[in-house]
């Protein structure tokens, strides 16, 4: 098992109460669950409306979407854009993709995480590689928060989180 597949294991592995949210997600996918092939796009819609996929829920949602609980964890846990533990409040995703590792986006995580380390201590920062912004022209791209950053830099980062700080 990769480090990736470990790793959403383990944030699996924290269950939450089963049922907690199958009323909300039951009106949620209601017109798309029939669908052929909708587990993907079920799970997504759960994550935009949660911010991630609670553990809890993959039992209603693979009943919804006619599929395995077994099949929706497959699909849950390979999708690295898909999570199920809530994100901090400031996430900070940079793009490692190629065109973006080709103008620095490898040396820029590791600054970036240096700084984070010395100066966003508390849990509300969170830091995860993303694969391809569609800002590749203007690489290294980063998204913070939903917003999209080129030619992004370490200390352009540390503005927008402190900003955002400031504000929360
Ligand atoms: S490769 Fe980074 S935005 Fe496309």
């Known amino acids: 098992m990769s480090e990736h597949g470990k790793k959403k294991r383990?944030?699996?592995?924290?269950?939450?109460?089963?049922?907690?949210?199958?009323?909300?997600?039951?009106?949620l996918l209601a017109d798309l669950s029939q669908e052929e092939g909708s587990l993907?796009?079920?799970?997504?819609r759960v994550q935009e409306h949660f911010g991630y996929v609670p553990d809890s829920s993959i039992g209603?949602?693979?009943?919804?979407?006619?599929?395995?609980?077994?099949?929706?964890?497959g699909v849950l846990t390979y999708y690295a854009d898909l999570r199920t533990v809530p994100p901090a409040a400031i996430l900070v995703r940079i793009c490692g993709a190629e065109a973006c590792q080709s103008v620095g986006s490898r040396e820029l995580e590791v600054e970036w995480h240096n700084i984070q380390e010395r100066s966003f201590t508390d849990a509300s920062v969170e830091t995860a590689e993303v694969f391809c912004l569609g800002n590749c022209a203007l690489g290294p791209a980063a998204m913070i928060n939903g917003?999209?950053?080129?030619?992004v830099t370490p200390d352009v980062i540390a503005e927008h989180v402190t900003s955002l700080l400031a504000k929360s």
């Open 40 to 44: 993907l796009r079920c799970l997504q």
């Open 10 to 27: 383990d944030q699996v592995a924290t269950r939450r109460p089963e049922g907690e949210f199958d009323p909300e997600i039951r009106v």
């Open 147 to 151: 917003e999209l950053i080129g030619r």
């Open 60 to 73: 209603v949602i693979a009943e919804l979407c006619n599929v395995s609980r077994a099949e929706t964890f």
